[in-house]
């Protein structure tokens, strides 16, 4: 007789793990890391929460029903609708630093927004229950 994994088994090594310092995501097979993407997180009024998740929802393409913004390869993670997904806005690189040293004020409405390359590739790795760790 064969035992059969149960959903829970074969997502559970998976992880996300969202560095809001150094604005960057990590994914983590186990113990070992698998990707590392460089991301833009929430601005000051609109926080990135910390803390554990689990991915709900996977949509692609995506359009945020709040901003009317595309949010393409989202992976949503807090119930209200926060999610890692495509960056769409402009110059990537210049928000991020601009982000990172010298105002919190560049940022998204709470989401991890990710390059389109990037956003892809997690969305192709991660499944619905993933874990998301926000630190």
Not at 2 to 20: A, C, F, M, W, Y
Request: proline share 3%; hydrophobic share 30%.
């Amino acid at each position: 007789m064969h035992h059969k994994p149960t959903h829970h088994e074969t997502t559970s090594k998976k992880q996300i793990r969202v560095n809001l310092t150094q604005q960057v995501v990590e994914t983590y097979d186990g113990s070992e890391r698998v990707h590392r993407f460089e991301c833009i997180s929430g601005d000051t009024d609109h926080r990135t929460d910390k803390g554990l998740f689990k991915i709900w929802d996977k949509r692609h393409p995506y359009t945020s029903h709040a901003y009317h913004v595309p949010m393409n390869y989202a992976l949503f993670f807090t119930q209200d609708g926060k999610a890692l997904h495509q960056y769409h806005g402009p110059a990537f690189n210049a928000v991020r630093m601009f982000k990172k040293s010298i105002s919190d004020w560049f940022g998204s409405h709470g989401c991890v927004r990710l390059k389109e390359e990037d956003a892809k590739t997690l969305f192709g790795w991660a499944q619905k229950g993933t874990t998301v760790y926000v630190f």
